[in-house]
């Protein structure tokens, strides 16, 4: 439990901002579970009216905007290892270390087993970079931030549109093994294909999330993740949220009816902005809680249990060897069961958090990062 003296005090805007992630990556995840990954990226798929504008809406409101809000919280938990490290008289820098040795490790063992799309792997080698820009100052990790976001901006399209069709023989696999495969089979599906996406991802995915880890170290530098009333979130809520909205969902809306590729590099171009507003709008919304959403916003800080659990046990719905259910619901129920999975998870550990202090793969990463001695 935190101590009263602590609650008041405690920054309330990650709790928040981490819940409500989680529910918007898992319907992103959703569709690369329960689907086929290959099919290109300037091809979304949707095979009737419902599924494509289920796709619209995820494209439109959370493809590219969840996967920043949980980079953005990267940076800010950098911030909150180097205040907690010399408390407890621990080199930072061997605890960092350790801590991305230990997300490669889960990352690693997520992408061959589970989801090949795994985002820790990312976060371990883009975070190694972050060590770097740990002692700069807010102006220059904003723009270093900004920077990176643009980078991602030109960069990603290009190498998503040169991505060559994955041939008709390589799909029909997918989908046998997914549909009545093995376990074994499926893993080793996914292995090839976390061994073949991960160079690109990095790349496609990477640069963004480090430019979000600087904007989030900013923010923590510059007391506004202490401050949810601070004029900067303000600002990202009048000129951020509602316009890249609408930007984003027109964006979706070319991306899925129109011409697919301007629509595709406008999906990114507006995937900064509509983060930005949700940062702004998370603020506003970060206020003390009545005792039952305590419980639901304290599971959200075991977002990495409830992550890597999604994929654990979406993975065993929609493949053959559990429930079979790949491609054979709509995208909306899909989603649907994405949501209940989640929903679940979250009710699970709060009932876990309130005898452990940790969730369970919390624990297992902890146990990597400190040394022996400091557990």
């Known amino acids: 439990m935190i101590p009263q003296s602590d609650r008041a005090t405690r920054a309330l805007m990650p709790d928040y901002l981490r819940l409500i992630a989680l529910f918007g990556i898992v319907v992103v995840n959703v569709q690369f579970i329960g689907f086929s990954a290959l099919h290109g990226f300037a091809d979304p798929l949707g095979e009737s009216a419902g599924d494509a504008v289920a796709l619209w809406l995820v494209n439109g409101l959370a493809l590219f ?127 090839i294909g976390f061994a073949f996406i991960m160079p690109s991802f990095l790349v496609i995915q990477g640069i963004a999330a480090l430019g979000w880890f600087c904007l989030g170290l900013a923010a923590l530098k510059a007391g506004m993740i202490d401050d949810s009333a601070h004029p900067l979130w303000q600002r990202a809520r009048r000129w951020c949220l509602g316009p890249g909205v609408f930007m984003s969902l027109l964006a979706a809306a070319l991306w899925q009816w129109g011409p697919s590729v301007p629509g595709a590099v406008l999906t990114l171009v507006a995937a900064p902005i509509v983060t930005l507003g949700y940062l702004g709008l998370i603020a506003a919304i970060a206020r003390p809680p009545g005792p039952m959403l305590a419980q639901l916003l304290a599971a959200g800080g075991s977002s990495l ?39 679940g998870l979250i009710g699970a550990i709060s009932v876990w958090r309130r005898r452990f202090a940790l969730g369970p793969f919390e624990w297992v990463l902890h146990q990597m990062t400190y040394p022996r001695d400091a557990r």
């Open 65 to 191: 905007k969840t996967y920043g809000l949980f980079s953005f919280m990267f940076g800010v938990g950098l911030g909150f290892l180097m205040r907690a490290a010399p408390r407890r008289g621990l080199p930072f820098g061997r605890v960092y270390r350790n801590r991305m040795i230990g997300l490669a490790i889960l990352g690693i063992a997520h992408g061959c087993l589970f989801f090949p799309g795994d985002i820790l792997t990312i976060y371990a080698i883009t975070g190694a970079a972050l060590y770097l820009a740990r002692d700069w100052p807010v102006q220059r990790l904003m723009g270093a931030g900004a920077a990176l976001l643009f980078a991602q901006i030109v960069i990603a399209p290009i190498l998503l549109l040169a991505t060559p069709a994955t041939p008709p023989d390589i799909v029909a696999l997918e989908r046998d093994i997914l549909t009545h495969g093995s376990f074994f089979d499926a893993v080793a599906l996914r292995s």
């Open 305 to 343: 249990s409830i992550y890597l659990g999604q994929s654990i046990i979406l993975s065993s719905i929609f493949a053959g060897y559990g429930l079979g259910l790949w491609g054979a619901v709509d995208r909306v129920e899909a989603i649907a069961i994405a949501v209940a999975v989640t929903a």
